[in-house]
């Protein structure tokens, strides 16, 4: 079966959600949403308090418990934003610096191995055992390496008879997850 298609940042950020954005990740992120939601009522509460008994809002915050909760909860909001929004910024500055990002791949899949040539720049044959895995996303399919490395292979462009036969060889030569 032979194919050829182009990767865009899109894919790429699909890919990298399909191999990274695993359950563990997904559970410390509610546990921290979840911790900064209690915050936050902790904190609203000490402020209506210190408010209906006329302290002000700054003398109230400046109390011990509310300055830790104001602190923790800064903290809680960085550290989320920091999973979220960091590796989607390094997948985006890492696609950018690809120089082989505009090119035109052409992929063949034999039960024995996949082969990959970028046009007119090299060409890449790897047997099936380099692989680990393979996961299947809405527009992409990623093989990942033992090394940790993914090859993205884009589905827009592929018939379905083309996508269930690269399925078939995939489920053949590799365990899916």
Request: aromatic fraction near 12%; glycine fraction near 6%.
């Amino acid at each position: 079966m032979k194919f050829s298609y182009r990767v865009n940042e899109r894919m790429y950020l699909e890919a990298f959600n399909l191999r990274f954005w695993k359950l563990r990740v997904k559970v410390i992120f509610g546990v921290l949403v979840v911790i900064a939601l209690l915050e936050i009522l902790i904190l609203s509460l000490a402020i209506l308090e210190g408010l209906s008994t006329g302290i002000g809002l700054l003398q109230t915050i400046q109390g011990d418990s509310q300055r830790s909760s104001l602190l923790l909860l800064i903290l809680i909001f960085f550290v989320a934003g920091f999973v979220l929004l960091f590796p989607r910024w390094r997948v985006s500055r890492i696609y950018r610096r690809n120089p082989a990002r505009d090119g035109i791949f052409t992929a063949s899949a034999t039960p024995e191995h996949l082969e990959v040539t970028l046009e007119a720049t090299g060409a890449s044959c790897f047997k099936w055992s380099f692989y680990k895995y393979w996961k299947e996303g809405k527009n992409v399919i990623i093989l990942a390496t033992h090394s940790g490395q993914c090859q993205v292979l884009p589905k827009a462009g592929l018939s379905d008879a083309q996508q269930n036969e690269l399925r078939g060889i995939l489920a053949a030569a590799l365990p899916k997850k």
